[in-house]
Structure formats: structure tokens, C-alpha cells
């Protein structure tokens, strides 16, 4: 992969950030690292180009939604950007996590909302397909809330053990446990993975992402990939939040 094996700026990439996206985004990236422009206004112009794949969704007509699906994944791209900027020219802060997040959530709540309403506007959907079109719609926006803020707090408890755990660790004299490679912490199937294919994980949101904003307008089935992804991630939470939990409770 192009500048992407034992790149330490690379943040643990799924599939369609290691083959779809990285190989445009690394290189991008090394070029604005030798620009003044900031990870902040690459944020930004990645949320303005989304808004013009939201108004082209919204459109609903088969070559808009082409055109979104473009623009969608180079909305992506430039996503990919910033943080590779901002780790490798050590321009990281609070705010443009922020930043980053919200204008993700919302991008992602406008596009999702565009394509149930372009399809109704061209007249694609009528009686109960449109309801549950419009169902399907807020389900996804509620699901991406609830799993990022769940996501968020995790991760600040996960942070504060695993920061206890190396403090005890140096103490005691004890070097921790664990698989590191290009600063990710990784499980070691992860490990395996990344060595092999360079990924982290086999399926991510990122890819669901793909699926329902870029893969299925493309080929003219987006209410479809709506469904389709809505399944995915209902059979990913129960694989990995409910069935996870339920083994790390130790009940059988």
C-alpha cells in the first residue's frame, strides 16, 4: 500500500480506509503537511463537500445520486486528512476533536436524511415504504448517537485503566502486556491483521458508512442500502456489545 505500511500516522485503518481511501488520502495528506493550511480548514472543507453531496442526494434523480455517492467518498477522504495532518505537524487539540466529531455526526444525520427525502421527491417511495423509509432514517441517526457517545465513554474508561495500569506497572517494576505497532495498541488478532492486510478490524462503521453513502447510490439502490446497513449494525451490536459483555460478565 502506498505509504501505508509502518506509516505512524495511520490511526487503525479498516478496509475501506486501507483500499479505498488511504492510498488517495496519504498521499494528499503529505501534501498539505507542506501547506499553512490547517487540520481545522481541512475539517471544514470536508463538511462543505459533504453538503453538496446532502443537496445532490436530496435531488434524488439517478446521476445526483452518482455524483453524491462521489462526493461522499471524497468528503471521506479529505476526514482522513485532517487527523494525518494534525499528527504529523503535532497540530492535535481539543477543539478540532470536536470539531471533527460534531461536523461527522452531522454530515452523516443530513445525508442520511437527504436520500429517504430525495427518493420521496422523485417519487421512489409511497404508502409504507416511505414510512419506513423515514423509520429506517432515524433509526440510523439515533443508532450513530447512541454507539458514539457510548463509544466516547468507553474509551475515557478504558484510557483511565489502561493509565492506572502502566502507572502500577512502572511501580512495580513490571512492563506491561500488550501488542504496539506504529503507537496502536492492538489485540493480538488485531495484530495479525494489520501484518497480513494491513486492516485492524474486518468490518467497521466506516464501512457501513460506505455502504449507505457511496456504494448503494452509486448502483441506484439506496433505500436498499439503508436496510442493508441498519441490519449490519444491528447484528454487529449484538456480536460485539451484547454477546462481548455478556462472556466478559462471566455468565453462561
Known amino acids: 500500500m502506498f505509504k501505508l505500511r509502518d506509516n505512524p500516522y495511520v490511526r487503525y485503518p479498516s478496509p475501506w480506509d486501507a483500499y479505498a481511501t488511504l492510498p488517495l488520502s496519504v498521499p494528499i ?6 501547506t ?24 434524488g434523480t ?11 467518498q471524497l468528503s471521506y477522504i479529505l476526514d482522513c486528512c485532517d487527523g494525518y495532518v494534525a499528527r504529523k505537524t503535532k497540530q492535535s487539540s481539543n477543539f478540532g476533536f470536536w470539531l471533527d466529531h460534531i461536523l461527522d455526526e452531522l454530515k452523516l444525520a443530513l445525508l442520511v436524511l437527504a436520500l429517504v427525502y430525495g427518493q420521496q421527491r422523485i417519487g421512489e417511495l409511497e404508502g409504507w415504504m416511505l414510512t419506513a423509509s423515514w423509520v429506517m432514517a432515524g433509526l440510523y441517526i439515533y443508532t450513530r448517537a ?5 463509544l466516547l465513554i468507553k474509551e475515557t474508561i478504558e484510557n483511565s485503566a489502561s493509565a492506572q495500569a502502566d502507572a502500577s ?25 494489520y ?9 467497521s462503521v466506516i464501512e457501513s458508512q460506505a455502504i449507505i453513502f457511496c456504494l448503494m447510490p452509486i448502483v441506484q439502490l439506496p433505500i436498499f442500502g439503508l436496510l442493508l446497513t441498519l441490519v449490519i449494525t444491528v447484528i454487529w451490536h449484538l456480536l460485539f456489545d451484547v454477546y462481548r459483555y455478556w462472556k466478559r460478565a462471566g455468565w453462561r
Not at 49 to 59: E, K, N, P, S
Not at 62 to 72: A, D, E, Q
Open 195 to 203: 501484518r497480513k492486510f494491513m486492516i485492524v478490524t474486518p468490518f
Open 146 to 150: 447512541f454507539s458514539k457517545g457510548d
Open 169 to 193: 506497572a512502572k511501580d512495580s517494576g513490571d512492563a506491561p502486556e500488550g501488542i504496539v505497532i506504529n503507537g496502536m495498541a492492538m489485540t493480538p488478532f488485531q495484530a495479525r491483521l
Open 29 to 34: 495528506s503529505e501534501a498539505f503537511c507542506k
Open 36 to 59: 499553512k493550511i490547517t487540520p481545522n480548514q481541512i475539517t471544514v472543507i470536508s463538511f462543505v463537500i459533504a453538503l453538496f453531496a446532502v443537496w445532490c442526494f436530496g435531488l
Open 62 to 72: 439517478p446521476w445526483m445520486l452518482v455524483l453524491g455517492g462521489l462526493l461522499y
